[in-house]
């Protein structure tokens, strides 16, 4: 079993083995685009053994027949590396936030009759039924500029060496998918259907961590002025209202209340230097 | 700096208040503290006195005093000395009031930024968050209804009309708590919402030291904010306790004992700013 399963069920009690040939129901929140209004449909699903939401999806596809005998649209949804590593499959399942396909029947609906709710994340915009367009996520790496400057017209040689102790604190900010979790979970967080929008809105947990993820970096340290810049504006840090829902939702756990500490600390250590000219 | 992101939106210059959104918003927090939550502190603890003042007169002074009896007598003690001794009181009060006024505009600003979620994730720290918001917009309307009616005089905001003075700190704080004399159905509400004002604000403050230790960075390990969490909901408890002694016995006190203190206290010392020149001009 992946190791992230066991966490992502560890709030839900031990559960009796599920029923094997059971049917269930998935009732998915269906949008055919942007603007379109949105409504509820029921599929009856027999979940194979083992079977992951996708799985189901696949199921459904296959034959896309609503419980009253309708056929329809087959559901689109988004996925990748189907194994909890790439976010595009993210979506709300029983009304929060993780990965579908990670998340395993056995445990959602092990009874026969059991009900599945799948809907789109509600902070970005919908492409069509389960997919949605997560840019905003992106671009908030961007205007953090998460990354490493190495870019040159010449080989700058190898980069200063990293302390076991950094490494420690860094991998687990590195495990990051940008799947979105934290920032659907976040009371702070709201769509913003502009992209012009984007830079005035709160930014985000992940961001904040991504930030921090790069400042701790030899050679990404770079860049620290920037990231901290932008983070000490609008939309950054302190647009934070410390509910501590993303650091509970992300699949990754990674510690992102710290990173929103650390970040603060970072933002007013920088903002005290540049009162005084540095 | 503008190379990264130009490629999406054409900023406009930034205006005065994105300039200085950090001191803003940094400012909005200290605030909290200083001057509002000191204040805090202190009214609480002189008002709580209400409950423990018979200990802190001075053996001799008050001999034969019962806790009540007590508790009235140095409180109103403490209230003649704020009301005539403390200098610049009314600097101190301007200041607050702005204080106040600035934490509450720009926390309302900053509060309509977010959009609660509590139904669907439940977690004690988001309840924290929304309660955060919701003891804000209550506070106000506490801070603002306690301070006319009290301070400013409003009586006709008053179940009863009564007006406090500072001469009569007890008596005519438990009139106006109770709508009268006696209770009155206006005055349970009065004193109802002194109750929900009084708790909540000192929630406000006991989570805002909280979440302050975040946003300015003291303390960053999980551990560290939760060992701080708890050092906050011992100040948020003694408080709470503070708060309130201080309003049960305010409302449970017989007006006409406690206004028989006060004249007798006012007849001792009928000036009691005068006396303190007494010694100087025997020099
Ligand atoms: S921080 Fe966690 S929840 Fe947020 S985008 Fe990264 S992996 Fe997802
Ligand atoms: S701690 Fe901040 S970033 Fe995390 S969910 Fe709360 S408001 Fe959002
Ligand atoms: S498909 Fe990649 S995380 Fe689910």
Redesign the interface.
């Known amino acids: 079993m992946i190791t992230s399963l066991t966490t992502n069920a560890a709030n839900q009690p031990a559960k009796p083995a599920a029923t094997p040939g059971r049917t269930i129901t998935l009732r998915i929140k269906r949008c055919d685009g942007p603007g379109k209004p949105s409504t509820w449909q029921d599929f009856h699903v027999r979940p194979l053994k083992n079977a992951n939401i996708i799985s189901c999806l696949q199921q459904v596809a296959l034959n896309p027949v609503t419980t009253d005998g309708q056929r329809v649209a087959p559901v689109v949804w988004d996925s990748g590396c189907l194994e909890e590593v790439c976010g595009s499959c993210t979506m709300v399942i029983n ?2 936030v993780r990965q579908s396909c990670s998340c395993l029947l056995d445990d959602y609906a092990p009874n026969e009759g059991d009900v599945v709710t799948l809907e789109p994340m509600t902070k970005f915009p919908v492409v069509r039924d389960l997919w949605v367009d997560r840019s905003r996520v992106f ?1 908030a790496l ?2 953090v ?1 998460a990354w490493v400057p190495i870019d040159g017209t010449y080989n700058l040689g190898a980069g200063p060496k990293e302390t076991p102790a950094n490494q420690e604190t860094r991998y687990v900010l590195s495990t990051c998918m940008s799947c979105g979790c934290c920032l659907e ?1 976040c ?2 967080f ?1 769509m913003e259907e502009q ?2 929008d ?2 005035q809105a ?1 930014i985000g947990a992940h961001a904040i961590s991504q930030a921090r993820l790069f400042n701790l970096h030899p050679t990404g340290a770079q860049l620290e002025r ?1 990231r901290l ?1 932008v983070l ?3 939309g950054g ?9 993303c650091v ?2 992300c699949p990754k756990k990674i ?1 992102l ?2 990173s ?10 920088h ?1 005290v230097k540049q009162f005084f000219g540095r | ?1 503008q190379t ?2 130009s490629n ?2 054409t ?1 406009a210059s930034p205006s005065w208040f ?1 300039k200085n ?3 803003i ?2 400012l909005h927090s200290l605030t909290g503290i200083v001057p509002i939550g000191v204040f805090l502190v202190a009214h609480l603890i002189t008002n709580s006195s209400l409950l423990w003042g018979r200990a802190g007169i001075r053996p001799g002074d008050g001999e034969g005093l019962s806790l009540t009896e007590g508790g009235i007598t140095y409180f109103q003690k403490e209230v003649t000395w704020i009301n005539t001794q403390v200098p610049h009181l009314l600097l101190i009060e301007i200041t607050l009031w702005v204080a106040i006024a600035f934490h509450s505009i720009l926390g309302i600003a ?1 509060a309509l ?5 509590t139904s ?2 439940a ?1 004690q ?2 309840w ?3 309660l ?1 918001r919701f003891s804000g917009y209550v506070g106000i309307a506490f801070i603002f209804y306690h301070v006319a009616t009290l301070r400013w005089g409003w009586t006709f905001l008053v179940p009863g009309g009564t007006q406090w003075s500072h001469h009569y700190a007890v008596s005519t704080l438990t009139m106006a708590l109770r709508g009268g004399e006696q209770w009155t159905p206006a005055g349970i509400a009065v004193s109802l919402f002194y109750f929900l004002g009084i708790t909540l604000l000192i929630f406000h403050f006991a989570n805002g030291l ?2 302050a ?10 551990s560290a ?1 939760r060992n701080w969490g708890y050092a906050c909901l011992a100040i948020g408890s003694g408080l709470m306790l503070a708060g309130w002694s201080a309003l049960g016995v305010a409302v449970l006190v017989d007006p006409a004992k406690a206004r028989a203190i006060e004249q007798s206290m006012l007849k001792a010392a009928p000036q009691a700013p005068l006396q303190t020149q007494v010694p100087d001009t025997d020099k």
Request: aromatic share 12%.
């Open positions: 009304g929060k671009h961007k205007r500029k979970a009371p702070q709201n992209p012009k984007w830079d709160f920037e810049e000490g504006g609008v840090i302190n647009d934070c209202g410390n509910a501590q829902n509970k939702v510690p209340t710290e929103i500490a650390a970040i603060g600390r970072a933002v007013t250590i903002k | 700096m990264a992101t999406t939106t900023p994105e959104y950090f001191l918003r940094r900053f930024t977010g959009k609660t979620n669907r994730y977690y720290s988001n924290r968050y929304a955060q909280w979440t230790a975040i946003t300015w960075g003291l303390t960053i390990s999980t904010q």
